[in-house]
């Protein structure tokens, strides 16, 4: 396996949702990395432990507005980490809030509060509970619906909260133009999985997730995971570059 690194991180927190820096402390750290980019993408509104408010969306962007003029070196973006909602394709976006960030990127997290108790209440449960075939593909045609209604750019660390069907997931991002993630907290995806990935030729990326300022532009977990797979085409990767 060759030896790669960052070169831009599109998948990082600050405490305006529950990472624990601001974004100029993110910013150091990925331009001591080298990095060309960073995202800061925290959590959409509906993430019951600490999703982000409009208010807070405001001040992001007045951070990032200030930071970007003292560090012209690198580019700064405003993204957001949206929820899938329920099995319907919903997110936690309306299409006002889609004019204030530059990118979104859409995962499943534990504890969100969708549209109505009762579906967020069934669609939460049987994240926990129900890994069945039928429960995975479902989750999957709701991403997918939610690929074809709002311009989502990456699907983050598939498999976490619930299971989904890595296969047909990655065929609809390949023929959207959506990239899978390889998260920088945990990669969850089976051999079957990682099969699949190469054989779709889906456009991938790799994510810190960092929380914590000092783990933007990590790679640790991906390159851990990897190692089981020493013939893996790295250069589906767009944000890594191989070490000679
Ligand atoms: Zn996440
Ligand atoms: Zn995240």
Not at 56 to 67: G, P, Q, S, W
Not at 110 to 120: A, C, I, L, P, R
């Amino acid at each position: 396996m060759k030896i790669f690194k960052m070169t831009a991180d599109y998948h990082t927190h600050t405490y305006h949702s529950d990472g624990h820096n601001s974004v100029r402390d993110n910013v150091i750290v990925a331009v001591e990395k080298g990095l060309t980019t960073i995202g800061i993408t925290d959590h959409g509104f509906n993430h019951r432990l600490g999703g982000i408010t409009h208010a807070d969306v405001a001040e992001l962007r007045a951070e990032i507005t200030a930071v970007q003029k003292e560090f012209p070196q690198i580019k700064i973006l405003l993204g957001i980490e949206a929820n899938l909602l329920n099995l319907n394709g919903d997110i936690d976006l309306t299409a006002e809030d889609l004019k204030l960030f530059d990118y979104v990127i859409l995962g499943i997290h534990y504890f969100t509060f969708g549209k109505g108790v009762k579906g967020s209440f069934i669609f939460n449960m049987r994240n926990l509970l129900w890994n069945t075939k039928k429960h995975r593909q479902r989750v999957t045609e709701s991403y997918i619906k939610a690929m074809d209604n709002f311009p989502i750019k990456v699907i983050v660390h598939p498999n976490y909260a619930t299971g989904c069907d890595v296969a047909m997931l990655a065929n609809a991002c390949k023929e959207r133009g959506v990239l899978l993630e390889f998260n920088g907290k945990r990669v969850e995806y089976s051999a079957d999985d990682v099969q699949a990935l190469i054989d779709s030729e889906v456009g991938l990326i790799m994510g810190s997730d960092a929380h914590y300022s000092y783990n933007v532009g990590n790679v640790e977990v991906q390159r851990e995971f990897l190692k089981n797979y020493p013939n893996f085409p790295l250069e589906r990767f767009c944000n890594i570059k191989c070490e000679d």
